[in-house]
């Protein structure tokens, strides 16, 4: 980690002390940098841990016009402070470098990379990929947007890190080198950051600057469209696919398979996808298929992500509340919807971070018998369906699903917004469903 020299002659500022900052200060201190820190809360999450851990750090707390970020010679950014902020952009314009932990990660690191964005399945993808690598007896890393902060990885010893990337992240990257790299897919999100949907997607392709292997979804053009050359994943037609061969179903390379689908305990068919992500992007690793076979075996998946909660008198009851965005309750409800059967009850609402919520209104109408909306932005999905109700919160929301739920139906959490009105995040919205559902046991 040689370039850490070249930190120690600069003065450095870490701007943000939520998660992501407090993982870059503890870094920097812990190879003898200190750096200042910065956040525009008067108080900010990690103010009792700074004053316990890092008392001799200079700290600004409040307005960031006050804390003189032109007059330092870099600023390491917590994500979620945009780089158009005023203070930020003048310290740019007067040649700050402005960078992010991903970008530090990047400079310090020399072990193989495989890294994923996306609007949905970031975390599924990832997490199956670094089981995969482990079945086949290697040291995994696996961090960044999905909770693990990237510079703690570095002390340990791993021969692979496996990166989750948020188009936040993306943003401040441009040195990280990837021998895999996929966008597994876009839909408008964040569109409170972005000035358009146009500069979401150029963030999100920033992962493609420096990758051996792309990997894109051959039925999402806005994941490739800036790509040269790369390898497609696509339930059909793509590089990576599920074919048929003698009565079964398998995953398969350009028509030869590989593994059978029945080996993946994961349901739906964009767990398909995502297993065939999985294969497309470590194949430059070359691993026996033996690993693949145990990974897609022993892997049920993550929290929040259709889980199935209960099944109660023949109603299921599905939490999806990481579907925080359009794109992912669509892929929700068709993976979940029955032939020509609208038998799902959805639950939606929350903060829709000013994303265009129309495209939900096919599938709701082909899929849904009812619609129970919540939250700040809840009313803006009455229109998409015919029989769709405002409710006070998720807890009248899930009395009223079960009121009118019937044997085979299913209730779905799937808010297609984030949940901030209402909760800390949207591990907090799951719980509290998951302990709805469980009263109703």
């Avoid at 939520?18 to 008067?42: A, C, E």
């Avoid at 895999?180 to 997607?201: G, K, Q, V, W």
């Avoid at 139906?409 to 919205?429: F, G, K, T």
Wanted: net charge negative; aromatic share 8%; glycine share 8%.
């Amino acid at each position: 980690m040689k370039y850490l020299e070249t930190l120690r002659g600069k003065h450095i500022t870490v701007l943000g002390l939520g998660i992501t900052g407090q993982g870059i200060v503890r870094f920097l201190l812990s190879h003898g940098i200190t750096p200042k820190i910065v956040d525009s809360r008067p108080v900010p999450p990690g103010a009792d841990w700074l004053n316990h851990n890092a008392p001799d750090c200079e700290a600004v707390f409040g307005s960031l016009a006050d804390a003189a970020l032109a007059h330092t010679d870099m600023i390491i950014i917590s994500p979620g402070i945009p780089l158009f902020d005023a203070s930020v952009a003048q310290a740019i314009s007067q040649g700050v470098e402005v960078i992010g932990d991903i970008e530090l990660f990047a400079r310090l690191n020399d072990k193989p990379v495989v890294a994923v964005t996306g609007s949905n399945g970031k975390s599924t993808v990832v997490t199956l990929t670094a089981e995969v690598l482990q079945a086949a007896g290697m040291r995994v890393g696996l961090g960044g947007n999905i909770g693990t902060s990237v510079l703690s990885l570095l002390e340990s010893e791993y021969d692979v890190y496996v990166l989750e990337l948020s188009s936040f992240q993306l943003e401040t990257t441009s040195s990280l080198q990837c021998t895999s790299a996929m966008i597994l897919n876009i839909t408008e999100d964040h569109m409170d950051r972005y000035p358009d949907f146009a500069a979401y997607c150029e963030a999100k392709h920033r992962i493609y600057c420096n990758v051996q292997n792309i990997v894109f979804n051959g039925e999402d053009v806005k994941t490739f469209a800036k790509a040269k050359s790369g390898v497609s994943v696509a339930l059909t037609g793509g590089d990576y696919h599920v074919c048929e061969k003698d009565g079964d179903m398998f995953f398969a390379h350009h028509n030869q398979a590989l593994l059978p689908v029945k080996d993946l305990i994961l349901p739906g068919k964009h767990n398909q996808f995502n297993a065939l992500a999985v294969l497309a992007l470590l194949a430059p690793f070359k691993l026996p298929i033996a690993a693949f076979t145990k990974a897609f075996g022993a892997f049920a998946g993550l929290p929040h992500r259709c889980q199935l909660v209960a099944d109660v008198n023949g109603v299921r009851y599905f939490n999806d509340s990481k579907a925080t965005n359009v794109g992912a309750t669509v892929a929700a409800i068709e993976s979940l919807c029955a032939v020509e059967q609208r038998n799902i009850i959805l639950l939606v609402g929350g903060d829709a971070k000013g994303a265009d919520i129309s495209s939900l209104k096919q599938p709701i109408q082909q899929h849904c018998k009812a619609l129970f909306c919540f939250g700040k932005d809840g009313e803006k999905f009455l229109p998409l369906h015919r029989n769709s109700h405002v409710v006070s919160d998720l807890s009248a929301a899930v009395k009223a699903a079960t009121s009118i739920s019937t044997v085979g139906d299913i209730v779905l959490l799937a808010p297609a917004c984030a949940s901030l009105d209402m909760y800390p995040n949207y591990m907090a919205r799951g719980d509290e469903f998951i302990r709805l559902v469980e009263d109703l046991l």
